[in-house]
Nanobody, 125 residues
Framework: QLQLVESGGGLVQPGGSLRLSCAASGATLDMYTVAWFRQAPGKEREGVSCISSRDGNTQYADSVKGRFTVSKDNAQNTVYMQMDSLKPEDTAVYYC??????????????????WGQGTQVTVSS
């Protein structure tokens, strides 16, 4: 059974960068489409980015396009999200989820599961 563990969160100043990791165990990610979601206090969980199981095609929320980059290392069985030019409104708990879906595309609207425990990202001066 697939298990996901997020890491890499922390406190960063506006304009700074962080790289989040989503490490998988129990299954290999080469057959899974993986997504990053986030949830800020008092707000609903929202999709941030996703990466397809094949060819690494991606999709991003409009709010992070051009600032966040999602990638996958099948050898490490890990998905990463590089976050640059961070803004205070990026403050949230970030979660990764996956769906068993061998495909060349991904969509943030898929029914992802196997959620990790989340990692806190705080952008503040």
């Amino acid at each position: 059974q697939l298990q996901l563990v997020e890491s890499g969160g922390g406190l960063v100043q506006p304009g700074g960068s962080l790289r989040l990791s989503c490490a998988a165990s129990g299954a290999t990610l080469d057959m899974y489409t993986v997504a990053w979601f986030r949830q800020a206090p008092g707000k609903e969980r929202e999709g941030v980015s996703c990466i397809s199981s094949r060819d690494g095609n991606t999709q991003y929320a409009d709010s992070v396009k051009g600032r966040f980059t999602v990638s996958k290392d099948n050898a490490q069985n890990t998905v990463y999200m590089q976050m640059d030019s961070l803004k205070p409104e990026d403050t949230a708990v970030y979660y990764c989820g996956a769906i068993l879906f061998p495909s060349y595309i991904c969509r943030l609207t898929y029914e992802y599961g196997s959620w990790g425990q989340g990692t806190q990202v705080t952008v503040s001066s």
